[in-house]
Structures are given as C-alpha cells and as structure tokens.
C-alpha cells in the first residue's frame, strides 16, 4: 500500500484557532530533489488575478514559468471567453441554427464535463444559462447595471426557453457541437476551475516538483514546500462568519467556492447573487452563504461549488454524501452562521 499523508510535518501554528484538514488516501509528496528554487509569479487574467508559488529546478526561469501559464490562461480567454466576441463559445453563441462546430482539446473537455454535471445534478449545472446569465446582469450581453429592472414574468419565461441542456447536441467521437439556434453557452461555473488545472499542468510540464496555483480565489496545491511543509490554505468564509476556520494541507487537491458575497447586484431592494438557478431562471435564493468543495480536479470542484448552491443546503448535503464530495456548507441564521460538513470531509479532520 502506497503510503499517505499522517502529518510527519508539525501543524501550523493557527491551530489553536482553526481546525486541520488532512487529505485522505492519498500518496505522501515525493521527497524534492536538490536543486530548486521557490519561483513566485502573479498577474492579471479572466477579470480577476492568478498567482503561483512553485518549487523549480534552478534551470528553469521565472519567466519561463510565467510564459508557460499566461499561455494556457490566454487558451482559456480564446476558446471559453463570453466577454471577448472573437472567442469560440462567443463565435458558437452567435452561429446560425444547425451549424456544426469542431471542438479544441480543452473546449470539448469542458463542455463535456458541463453536460455530465447537468445529467447528474438534473439540470441545477446547466452551461446554455448564457442568456439567463445576460438577462440578470452578470454577462457579457447585459445592459448597463445602473439600467437594469427585475425581468417581466413574460421576458423571463421567454429567456428560459432559449436554455436547456438538452437542446446540445455533442458528438464526442468526432469531438463536434451543433448549435441548435439561440443556444447561448456559458462557462462561468466551470472554466476559472478548468483554468487552474491548466495552470498546474504548465507547473508540471515547466518540472516544476512543488507548487500552490491560484485563479481568482480557486486552488490547487500538489508536494510540499522546501521546508518540508505542505502547503496550508484557509478555506473561505463568508465576512462576519465567527466559527473558527479550516486550514487544509492542500496536497493532490483543489478547492472552489461559491458563495453570495462574492458577486451580486443590488436592484429593487433585493440582493441578487450571481448564481442562477436554471430550472427556475433566476438567481438563487437559500440560507446558503457559501459553498467550498474540495476535489482531485479543480474544474469539477468549482461546477460542484455552482451545482451545491443551487441545490441549498439540505438537497445539496444529500447531493453531496451520496457521491462522497468533501464540502463545506456555511448558512445565514438569525443569530449568524450555521456550518455543515458532508462525511467525506469531516474524515479529514485532523
């Protein structure tokens, strides 16, 4: 039996204030060779900030490290981009009915996991939500926010009808879509995720032995740091959460989060969180204030994150242990949060 991780490292020093996650089942980091040397590289990508530190042989440059991720971010943007019209979901979107489309590698990986998670989810994961997306405010095509009204029943009703997963059809041995007409994809649920194991690829085709990646706020982490501590991260919490926080030793795992706070429009006295629910047409609306899942795939952890919101807590729990998801579901109460764990990740508390 391979061996696992059991903390020959000591724990960090929050402990005191916040509780230890250990991944499970997993195979202890590879000891780091010699000669290598902590690379720390940012920048911009995708409307938000991407940022590596990453553990390299001393041949390989920072700049060649920084080449090969804005590469592969730059991938994400051409293909999967609703706010560039030159993209290829944007040239798809706009693609007359009945057309086929030939797909890239990374296209196709996405748009096939999206259809699987919306099979799975029963429609709470739908990636044609573009137009809803558009009609709340929070895509491309939206008109100027300050502008915005509540949508009409009637212009709702019609917008929900250009949605509906099923309305993709996707031949996978010739790695081809059709648009039907009017279908309007969007990947804003699945791409930053899908993003950030690319950039962890580009870490591994770089040599890079160690690394923690990070695209606006989603991680991957892989080995362990010079010091032959792994890399601890905080899982997210929504402001004025009180509950003492999780530290995880992010080794072989990714973590996404969904969560109201973090993009939202105000209109009409409401507040509309970015998350739509497909199978009613607007943003969700639950006790949920965030959602973290953590998942070997970062791509799978974010539409996870999407497909849990939507769902609220208690369908989103059962969702959850019946496929053995670790995730973190935090709440709103009246007097503050409530915070659940499924069982997979409550078996990684130290």
């Known amino acids: 039996m391979a061996p696992v991780l059991q903390a020959p490292f ?4 929050m402990t ?3 509780r230890v996650l250990i991944p499970v089942d997993l195979q202890a980091p590879s000891i780091l060779p010699p000669d290598v040397a902590l690379r720390r590289l940012s920048g911009q990508t995708m409307g938000t900030t991407w940022s590596v530190q990453a553990l390299a042989p001393r041949s390989v440059t920072p700049q060649t490290i ?29 693609a007359p009915a009945g057309s086929w489309h030939a797909l890239p ?48 029943p009637a212009l709702l009703e019609r917008t929900r009808q250009r949605c509906g997963w099923q309305r993709i059809l996707l031949d996978r041995a010739q790695r081809q879509v059709q648009q039907a007409g009017g279908v309007h994809l ?11 194991d690319l ?5 591994r085709d770089c040599a890079c032995v160690s690394w923690l990646a990070e695209v606006g706020g989603e991680l991957v982490g892989e080995g362990v740091k010079a010091d032959g501590q792994p890399w601890w991260v905080a899982l997210e919490r929504p402001p004025q959460d009180d509950h003492p926080g999780m530290v995880v030793a992010l080794h072989g795992l990714a973590i996404a989060t ?20 497909p199978r009613t047409g607007t943003p969700v609306r639950t006790a949920l204030a965030s959602v973290t899942v953590l998942h070997r795939q970062c791509m799978v952890a ?12 208690e369908a989103g729990l059962s969702f959850a242990r019946e496929r053995g998801i670790a995730a973190l579901f935090i709440s709103r109460q009246a007097n503050g949060f409530r915070e659940s764990l499924t069982p997979a990740l409550a078996a990684m508390l130290a």
């Open 10 to 13: 000591s724990l960090p020093k």
């Open 16 to 18: 005191m204030s916040h």
């Open 66 to 94: 920084a080449a090969a991720i804005e590469a592969q971010l730059q991938r994400v943007i051409d293909e999967m981009s609703t706010w560039e019209p030159d993209s290829l979901i944007s040239r798809f979107n706009h």
């Open 105 to 152: 590698q990374a296209f196709f990986t996405v748009l096939d996991a999206a259809l699987t998670m919306a099979v799975d989810s029963d429609g709470a994961f739908d990636p044609t939500i573009g137009p809803l997306v558009d009609l709340w405010g929070f895509g491309a095509g939206s008109v100027a926010r300050e502008a915005l009204c509540l949508p009409q």
């Open 186 to 196: 969007d990947f804003s649920g699945i791409a930053k995720g899908y993003a950030v």
């Open 199 to 203: 950039v962890a690829q580009a870490l």
């Open 258 to 277: 969904s969560g109201d706070y973090r993009r939202y429009i105000d209109r009409d006295g409401q507040r509309l969180a970015h998350t739509i629910d």
């Open 302 to 313: 974010d539409a996870l994150a999407t497909v849990l919101t939507v769902l609220g807590e």
